[in-house]
């Protein structure tokens, strides 16, 4: 089956790090991605990783790990602007596979 | 801007009747994706075009159809809508046909509300 697992909601102070886990089952797993969605606007893009490892980018990092079926998404130096839902999402066979998101919510 | 588009922004049409959502991709991006977001839940996958061509089907009624069109620009058509068919849609649309593995660029989506 296709499964994607996250929690639902977390809250974090603001010029915290918080990580935001990911768990995934898929049939032909070609990577995972991680997208932003402000309410009621567009997911955007923020880093898809298919090797093993960590990938930074400015304050946000991403982590997979193929074997356990597991990835993070790591947020440092929190914003406020940073409230928002992170999808997680697996690429499958022949299309991707979104989690429900996890709600951020980044308090002063 | 993610150089996608979606008319009309906002759609609201009682239950029985039939819509069509309008996308056009971003410059250059050969494939269209049509989504369902329902309140509080993800992103549910209902169909992509590549090309003119239907690439994949995810969880797509049978009521809804789409198509993609010489130019590029895709259309998803909503009949015999139901209450629970009010959601927001989103459009996206990548360079090729894997978008299992490209990332994919959404527009700002189309809120339905059928009463």
């Known amino acids: 089956g296709q499964n994607i697992d996250q929690p639902t909601e977390m809250t974090a102070t603001e010029g915290a790090i918080v990580q935001i886990n990911c768990t995934y089952q898929t049939s032909g797993f070609n990577g995972l991605f991680w997208y932003q969605q402000h309410a009621g606007e567009a997911p955007t893009f923020l880093s898809y990783?298919?090797?093993?490892g960590l990938e930074e980018k400015g304050r946000f990092s991403s982590f997979l790990s193929r074997s356990k079926g597991y990835s993070y998404l790591l947020l440092k130096e929190l914003q406020m602007k940073d409230s928002a839902s992170y999808l997680c999402?697996?690429?499958?066979?022949?299309?991707?596979?979104f989690g429900a998101g996890t709600r951020l919510a980044v308090h002063p | 801007d993610s150089g996608v588009t979606q008319t009309p922004k906002h759609l609201i049409t009682a239950t029985g009747q039939r819509v069509t959502l309008r996308c056009s991709p971003r410059?250059?991006?050969?494939?269209v994706y049509w989504y369902q977001q329902s309140l509080d839940q993800g992103l549910q996958f209902l169909i992509q075009?590549?090309?003119?061509?239907?690439?994949a089907k995810g969880n797509i009624l049978e009521r809804f159809s789409a198509q993609q069109f010489p130019d590029l620009h895709s259309e998803l058509n909503l009949s015999s809508l139901e209450l629970g068919d009010s959601a927001l849609y989103f459009c996206a649309s990548s360079e090729w046909d894997r978008g299992e593995k490209e990332t994919q660029y959404f527009g700002p989506g189309t809120r339905l509300l059928v009463l």
């Open positions: 999402a697996a690429g499958g066979y022949n299309k991707l596979i």
């Open positions: 075009y590549y090309n003119g061509e239907e690439r």
């Open positions: 410059s250059g991006d050969l494939s």
């Open positions: 990783n298919v090797l093993d």
